[in-house]
């Protein structure tokens, strides 16, 4: 079982980008490129989107992640960048590192 792949919706114009279970560093390098590709693939020839990133799976983060995150936040744009159904221990993570409302973390 690959505890690594991702699964990506398209509605209207909202892009959401479903997580693993563990995100830590590896698994994080694995799944780089192809999120990139698919929020560069959907981001062509658009001009309203939002890009939401999905942690309702995902227990573990590791500081890669934080990284992606603001990355990917930076090309969308922090009106357009959201990360929904985050756990509370998840929510810790983002606060201490003081990127809760950057990324607007829900």
């Known amino acids: 079982m690959r505890t690594h792949t991702m699964k990506f919706q398209e ?3 909202t892009l959401r980008c479903f997580f693993p279970q563990n995100l830590d560093t590896l698994v994080c390098s694995l799944l780089e490129k192809d999120l990139s590709n698919c929020i560069s693939e959907f981001l062509a020839n658009r001009e309203t989107y939002a890009v939401v990133f999905d942690l309702t799976e995902t227990q573990y983060v590791a500081s890669a992640f934080l990284r ?3 990355f990917h936040c930076k090309i969308v744009g922090t009106q357009s960048f959201r990360i929904e159904n985050t756990s ?5 993570v983002f606060r201490i590192a003081g990127l809760t409302d950057i990324l607007n973390v829900s």
């Open 68 to 70: 992606i995150c603001l």
């Open 11 to 13: 509605s209207d114009n």
């Open 88 to 92: 509370d221990d998840l929510k810790s």
